[in-house]
């Protein structure tokens, strides 16, 4: 049966890497056994532009009605005025909250051929390989009341609220330790139970799910310990569990452990529906929409690329289509190719985003 996806290019260089995800569609379709059915709508500022909305309910629907979402990035300058409501980021967020994809998972691995693209010291990062899982759906990003209210003449106030419900933290904290044991079975649970009751009801309910789970190894360290840890020593996490603020901080910090935030993928998973072996989900690159190198085939379409086989993995149950996709990239870091994000030396060949896409085809042809 054909997979309907439905892929939002989004804004800058959404577009570019969105193109190159399709030759990969086009050659899954011709050459595995799944098939596609690709609708492509707008999103962010590309949608304020044309509907004064960065999403509209017909995307919404249609996001609710796909089998999975592929989208490229959202945001730009041009956008950034306008008012909080209105801007590129909620139509992100919107979909995140709607479609209830509570669970984000953000893998920080290192290719071998790219331990020298990282700021950190090859024995500190060769052969990391973390996941972090990003509560979503809560937390402070969505927590009531929040705003911006003048209280005097000259005084404004700005706030939000920082809330965890104990159903949320429960099932976000069952995925950690779920992961876990497909893995290390070694499961960290960050938060600020020091300072913010909110993450100390964190911590006790994870404390309570670890008792499903007496085989993992549970760790618990405060925030601002954790940046520093991954920083100093990263190869001592394997799985991290941790808030929504906490996580986006802490992903893009662990991305450049890895070299470049363009290697990076994500997976945004809802709950199972019951009986069935089906979830929402939505695959995005970690990276953002880069309006600096936007149009120009610079962009690294590799954290896309790896998103699909994210999504060949969690939705579609083709690990082994996951793990081509990642050995072809490994050959062609391997062999030398990179683009502008990733290229350190003159002995690699720099390819433009459309090319890197080409190169992958003929890497999968050649499988
Ligand atoms: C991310 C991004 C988003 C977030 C923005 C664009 C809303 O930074 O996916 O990490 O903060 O979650
Ligand atoms: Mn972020």
Not at 85 to 92: A, D, H, M, S
Not at 123 to 139: A, P, W, Y
Not at 256 to 268: D, V
Request: contains cysteine.
């Amino acid at each position: 049966m054909k997979k309907n996806i439905l892929l939002l290019p989004g804004d800058g260089i959404g577009h570019e890497i969105s193109k190159e995800a399709e030759k990969i569609f086009n050659w899954l379709d011709k050459n595995t056994n799944l098939e596609f059915e690709i609708s492509k709508e707008l999103i962010g500022g590309a949608s304020i532009d044309e509907y004064g909305e960065p999403i509209t309910n017909k995307v919404l629907n249609l996001a609710k009605k796909s089998d999975a979402i592929l989208l490229g990035a959202v945001g730009g300058p041009k956008w950034e005025k306008l008012d909080f409501i209105k801007r590129p980021e909620r139509g992100l967020l919107k979909i995140r909250k709607e479609l209830d994809l509570f669970a984000n998972f953000r893998p920080a691995i290192v290719f071998d051929a790219l331990v020298s693209a990282s700021s950190l010291k090859e024995e500190i990062i060769s052969d990391l390989d973390i996941m972090i899982i990003r509560e979503l759906t809560s937390g402070i990003y969505f927590g009531e009341p929040r705003g911006i209210e003048k209280i005097s003449e000259n005084i404004k106030k700005g706030f939000n609220t920082l809330v965890y419900h104990s159903d949320e933290i429960e099932r976000i904290a069952t995925v950690g330790f779920e992961i876990a044991m497909k893995r290390n079975k070694k499961l960290c649970s960050i938060d600020k139970a020091n300072v913010l009751e909110s993450t100390e009801l964190w911590r006790d309910v994870v404390n309570d799910v670890s008792k499903k789970f007496p085989e993992i190894h549970l760790t618990h360290m405060y925030v601002d310990n954790a940046a520093m840890q991954l920083v100093r020593n990263p190869k001592q996490f394997d799985v991290i569990v941790t808030t929504n603020m906490f996580g986006d901080i802490l992903s893009d910090c662990a991305s450049m452990l890895t070299g470049s935030l363009g290697m990076l993928p994500s997976a945004s998973l809802g709950e199972f529906n019951t009986g069935k072996k089906i979830r929402k989900a939505m695959y995005e690159p970690v990276h953002g929409s880069a309006p600096d190198i936007a149009g120009k085939n610079l962009a690294n379409p590799l954290a896309m690329i790896q998103s699909i086989g994210m999504m060949l993995e969690y939705s579609f149950s083709s690990l082994d289509l996951n793990n081509l996709l990642k050995s072809c990239i490994n050959n062609i870091l391997n062999n030398g190719y990179r683009t502008e994000d990733i290229f350190s030396n003159s002995n690699e060949k720099k390819l433009g985003t459309s090319e890197m896409g080409d190169m992958l085809v003929k890497e999968l042809e050649a499988s």
